[in-house]
């Protein structure tokens, strides 16, 4: 059983699955989740944007993409996806503070009000 542990095993797995059915979302997000843990964040990034063409109402599809959009330094992008998450309906905002995929974006004055928008009004 050493290959369930075993991640390139898991990716050319689902890969295969995915050449078979490119449209088959949970793949899609599954391998883009797999590519990012794994530092394939280029290819993980490339999942990301496949899922939310896919799936362009999904908040976690655009929540996703952007995590991915923040690891590649590309800030501007990403909180714009993070927005679309938010607009999509996303409200971890817990998630959201501690996702370390949003380092990048955390001091980022975009963020700060982004999650002014998602804390319960007192």
Avoid at 13 to 28: G, N
Avoid at 83 to 93: E, I, M, N, P, S
Wanted: glycine share 6%; net charge positive; charged share 25%.
């Amino acid at each position: 059983m050493a290959k369930s542990n075993d991640p390139e095993f898991e990716m050319q797995f689902f890969e295969s699955v995915l050449k078979r059915d490119p449209a088959y979302t949970e793949v899609v997000e599954i391998l883009g989740g797999l590519y990012t843990k794994h530092g394939r964040i280029a290819d993980g990034l490339r999942m990301d944007r496949k899922l939310v063409r896919l799936l362009p109402d999904n908040a976690t599809a655009h929540y996703n993409l952007a995590c991915s959009l923040a690891l590649s330094k590309r800030k501007s992008a990403a909180l714009r996806s993070l927005q679309a998450a938010v607009k999509l309906g996303y409200t971890d905002l817990d998630w959201m503070q501690q996702d370390p995929d949003l380092d990048g974006l955390k001091h980022h004055p975009g963020f700060s009000v982004l999650l002014r928008q998602l804390k319960p009004q007192s």
